[in-house]
């Protein structure tokens, strides 16, 4: 049997949705994107919900609308994707890498506090609630407003979820989402800041399109001077087409039902390998109004199992199974290690994760037959 790690479940409303765009004949930003707008931000309970090609796109434009530049200092933890300190860099501004705690792979407020007290010139942190598991984000956002320093959360993994103060998507300045191919609501490629800061919206709309004052579709439904535009900024291209915002319309309400069909896998996840030694089950925060999106189930090879993680991992893809490693922290990577001399001795938590992790297949169309056999080849390749 092969199992992928991820799996998408295309349903009769994909392709349907996408069918009524193709034959509406508007395939660039249009009513579709206005819709899927309206409908992310009643979802998140934001004010406003922008849409974008990707969420590395969304992140840009979110530290560009709060002025982000040039010897702006900005924290974000290592154990992330380039894409959550590339951004900071666009713009010409500096990361601060952050260690992250070894149990979550969070950003703790911990570790904000004395990244806060130590550095002065920090200006905006970004906590990425890794696999879907929300940070503590009402301790995080006391820290940071005692401060004076803004919150843009990477939620690229976290749709739908969940902290104390409420739905992630309403727990900072900005809030980015991925819809990228195998994240939990997917346009191929795609992503969505929101957020209750009307100045950010309205940048990030302008900045979204080359910097223009008006986009086709608001040009195309007025009577009169449907050619002219002005430019207010040099902005980028970033907008999401109508196919894509077709596409994410229609899984924006499945969404909790997908969430609990992720959950459930985790729980069998949880029963089946509990008993195996050299484990380490990771990713939980025991608050119970912490919802988890289930993103990633992820876990440690602890050093002292009979075998390392990568061949591990080869070992479980020759009996048919697909994993995948999220991620080598950002310290290890050639392009941050020469830029911010970085080494892994200033990350103990980052590395006691990063030598053995590894992440499970866990998607809704998983079968249960499927991830029996997950579960038998990681008994077999553990055990023997
Ligand atoms: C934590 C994190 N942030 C940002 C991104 C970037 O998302 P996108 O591919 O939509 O730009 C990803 C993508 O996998 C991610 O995992």
Redesign the pocket.
């Known amino acids: 049997m092969q199992v992928p790690f991820f799996r998408l479940d295309v349903t009769d409303d994909m392709r349907s949705a996408a069918d009524e765009v193709i034959a509406s004949g508007w395939l660039t930003s249009g009513p579709k994107v206005q819709a899927f707008e309206a409908a992310f931000a009643q979802a998140t309970g934001a004010r406003h919900a922008v849409a974008v090609n990707?969420?590395?796109?969304a992140?840009h434009l979110a530290l560009e609308a709060l002025g982000v530049g040039p010897g702006d200092r900005v924290l974000v933890p290592t154990m992330?994707?380039a894409?959550?300190a590339e951004v900071v860099r666009y713009l010409g501004a500096d990361p601060v890498l952050a260690d992250v705690c070894p149990e979550t792979a969070l950003l703790t407020p911990e570790v904000v506090e004395s990244a806060l007290a130590r550095d002065p010139d920090i200006s905006v942190c970004m906590p990425?609630h890794?696999g879907g598991l929300p940070c503590d984000m009402q301790a995080i956002g006391d820290i940071c407003r005692a401060h004076d320093v803004r919150i843009v959360d990477?939620a690229?993994?976290a749709l739908p979820a969940a902290d104390t103060g409420g739905p992630v998507g309403t727990l900072a300045d900005a809030t980015?989402f991925?819809?990228?191919a195998n994240?939990t609501l997917t346009t191929g490629?795609?992503?969505m800041l929101v957020t209750d800061d009307d100045a950010i919206a309205a940048r990030a709309r302008v900045m979204r399109l080359h910097g223009m004052n008006r986009d086709a579709w608001g040009r195309f439904t007025v009577d009169t001077a449907r050619w002219e535009y002005d430019l207010v900024a040099p902005g980028y291209k970033y907008n999401m087409p109508d196919i894509a915002a077709a596409l994410g319309l229609s899984q924006l309400d499945r969404r909790h039902c997908d969430r609990d069909a992720r959950g459930a896998i985790a729980t069998a996840y949880d029963e089946a390998l509990g008993d195996l030694p050299n484990l380490r089950r990771c990713g939980r925060r025991t608050a119970a109004s912490v919802e988890h999106a289930w993103h990633l189930y992820w876990i440690v090879l602890e050093p002292d199992a009979p075998i390392n993680r990568n061949a591990c991992i080869d070992a479980l893809q020759a009996l048919g199974v697909s994993c995948s490693v999220?991620y080598k922290p950002l310290h290890r990577m050639t392009y941050w290690i020469e830029q911010l001399d970085c080494t892994p001795e200033q990350f103990p938590g980052a590395e006691a994760i990063w030598r053995g992790c590894f992440s499970l297949p866990i998607f809704p169309a998983l079968t249960s037959s499927e991830q029996g056999h997950v579960i038998d080849s990681l008994h077999q390749v553990l055990q023997g």
Not at 54 to 57: M, Q
């Open positions: 990707s969420c590395t796109a992140l992330t994707f894409a959550t990425v890794f990477d690229a993994h980015c991925s819809f990228y994240k490629e795609g992503g999220h």
